[in-house]
């Protein structure tokens, strides 16, 4: 732009200096042709106009128009125009002078004038190149200019793809893989602009969040093995819980468990030592899928092992591993397992461990206190039939054994009515006999069913009906409240005395037997309409009184027998059941 510039400066005078020198050659004919024209006019007035022209054609040459063309040109121009003027001082003027003094024409002088017109022709032609060279300079710097933009143009569009245009395409392009979730994106941009920068941080990102990704995935296996293990060690608890409760009243089977127990921590050799809490010796030894070492236990130092308070010893490459089977006090045997020497027992086997020796001494002991609720259940009916015996049979045989002395001693000194009628009163004795030995053998094989207490009333209350004229009705709303086998046993019991007694000696109509729960206790209330019970003292065992007030001691219960309408008689019996606690009941019904 500056070169044009320039070029275009120096060319502002071509034209004018064109011009100029077109000048000079039209005043070079002019001065020619006034000096041809002697003969018209006057010499004083041909010589001012030759002359006039002259200085004009002078004023021309000196011009700064024409010096100012060549100061910056070829040296052809400016050797043209030094050889006019040279020529027009040395030799024109000179001649045009001598002719004027003459007063003829010199015809050398045309011819040389001629020759000068021709000389300023070709300064004229040197100027118009001079020009078009100028012009042809200026073309040829505004091609290269316009090229050299073309070709800046073309730079920068490429510079801007380069460095602008493929960066942010770059960017663009991971920006919508991160944002699709393909982290392993990478930026290959390499400067040191913003763009660089920017890539290098997106880079480190994406690297962060790989890492934090492969961590997050890393805890989340864990996190999922964890609670894969979790899951197991839940269902083997369960399946030992079910296991256990499934034959709390038999023979547990714990050959299963151990084997489930060693798949879910992971270790082949899982033995079960089980003894009885005062024996020193293992009564059974369990262990898991992997057959043991024969020579273990082979020689039965059972007390070492069960004496032995350590968690753990190191046998050679080994680890033995004791979680006791204790509770209450009560040893129950051991759980040993079995890991190789660098490798102990993680935190979740280690919980899974104790929690299955938890389980297992709790089975035990809880089977322990079944069997002594059985055989305390077994006294307390052994001691309420030995009270039935002695109550009916036993009073009723001694009857029979005073009949008996009588009837000899009138054998030997009585008469023959004495004899009948003793041998009257020993027949009425052995029939109550017989009928006390049927309603006791009644009584003895009396059990519940295994729908539970309901259905067991429901069988005694057909059977009454069967067996009497009243109208028997029950009403059992007891729902509420769970009981264990020996409190059903004692209710039913308790209910059937009750009831015989009514369909034996109240000579009613109707009775109705009502067991119903009220504030935590069991009630059970058997009211007849008929005559009262007369409860004197000597008829107070006759009536099994003794008997129901018996099994409502063991059940630490009240028993209570009335006429509350001064009709009928209401035996009404109450106690709470083991499974809840009066106190709290009435606090919730509240």
């Known amino acids: 732009m500056g070169s044009s510039l320039f070029v275009a400066w120096i060319a502002k005078g071509d034209a004018a200096s064109i011009n100029q020198s077109g000048l000079l050659r039209m005043q070079s004919y002019k001065i020619l042709n006034q000096l041809m024209r002697k003969e018209l006019e006057t010499g004083s007035t041909r010589q001012e106009a030759v002359e006039d022209s002259m200085n004009h054609f002078e004023l021309l040459l000196n011009d700064k128009l024409l010096k100012t063309s060549f100061d910056v040109s070829s040296t052809t121009l400016k050797t ?13 003027k000179p001649g045009i002078q001598q002719e004027l003094l003459h007063g003829r024409l010199n015809w050398d002088l045309y011819n040389e004038t001629t020759y000068f017109v021709t000389q300023i022709n070709h300064l004229v032609t040197s100027y118009q190149k001079n020009a078009e060279k100028r012009i042809y300079l200026l073309e040829l710097i505004q091609i290269i200019t316009i090229a050299s933009l073309l070709f800046l143009v073309i730079y920068a569009l490429h510079i801007l793809k380069k460095n602008i245009a493929h960066p942010l395409s770059a960017l663009n392009e991971a920006a919508l893989k991160v944002k699709n979730g393909d982290l392993n994106c990478h930026v290959d941009i390499k400067s040191n602009d913003e763009f660089g920068r920017l890539a290098e941080a997106m880079n480190a990102m ?17 996190e999922t093995a964890a609670v894969e293990r979790n899951k197991r060690g839940l269902q083997l608890m369960f399946n030992t819980s079910h296991a256990i409760n499934k034959n709390i009243n038999g023979k547990f089977d714990f050959q299963p468990i ?3 127990l060693s798949d879910t921590i992971g270790l082949t050799q899982v033995d ?22 024969l020579s273990r236990c082979m020689q039965r130092l059972c007390e070492q092992c069960f004496k032995n308070e350590k968690k753990f010893i190191q046998q050679g490459n080994e680890y033995k591993h004791y979680y006791p089977l204790s509770i209450d006090g009560k040893d129950f045997g051991r759980i040993i397992c079995h890991s190789k020497k660098g490798a102990p027992l993680t935190k979740w086997q280690d919980q899974i461990l104790q929690s299955i020796s938890g389980c297992i001494p709790t089975a035990l002991n809880i089977r322990l206190q079944v069997e002594q609720g059985n055989r305390l259940s077994l006294l307390e009916e052994r001691s309420v039939i030995a009270r039935e015996l002695h109550d009916s049979l036993a009073q009723s045989l001694s009857y029979l054994n005073i009949q008996v002395t009588r009837l000899q001693k009138a054998h030997t000194k009585g008469t023959e009515n004495q004899i009948d009628a003793i041998i009257g009163e020993l027949k009425q004795g052995i029939n109550t006999t017989y009928r006390q030995l049927r309603e006791l053998l009644t009584t003895f094989r009396l059990g519940l069913n295994e729908t539970g207490l309901r259905e067991s009333l ?8 069967q067996r009497s004229e009243m109208q028997v009705e029950l ?7 769970p009981l264990t086998s020996r409190e059903e046993i004692h209710l039913m019991q308790t209910a059937r005395e009750a ?3 009514a369909v034996k000696h109240s000579e009613g109509s109707h009775l109705k037997i009502s067991v119903y729960d009220e504030s935590g206790e069991v009630f059970l209330n058997v009211r007849d309409d008929g005559t009262n019970l007369d409860l004197n003292a000597e008829k107070y065992d006759h009536f099994g009184l003794a008997i129901m007030s018996e099994r409502s001691r063991i059940l630490n219960g009240q028993l209570k027998i009335d006429a509350p309408d001064q009709t009928g008689t209401r035996v009404l ?15 919730l019904s509240q």
């Not at 429901?458 to 009906?465: D, N, Y």
């Not at 019996?573 to 083991?578: A, Q, R, T, V």
Request: include cysteine; glycine fraction near 2%.
């Open 272 to 293: 079960l030592c089980l003894k009885t809490p005062e024996g020193g010796i293992a009564y059974d030894h369990l262990y898991s899928n992997e057959a043991p070492e």
């Open 206 to 222: 994406s690297k962060s969040i790989i890492a934090v990704y492969r961590d997050l995935e890393k805890q989340i296996e864990q």
């Open 573 to 587: 019996f109450h106690f709470h059941p083991i499974s809840t606690s009066a106190p709290v009941v009435r606090e």
């Open 80 to 92: 043209a125009y030094h050889d006019i003027h040279r020529q027009w001082y040395s030799s024109i």
């Open 258 to 260: 151990i084997n489930e």
């Open 499 to 501: 009831a015989q007694n």
């Open 475 to 481: 009403k059992y709303t007891l729902e509420n409240l």
């Open 458 to 465: 429901i069988a005694m209350v057909i059977e009454l009906r």
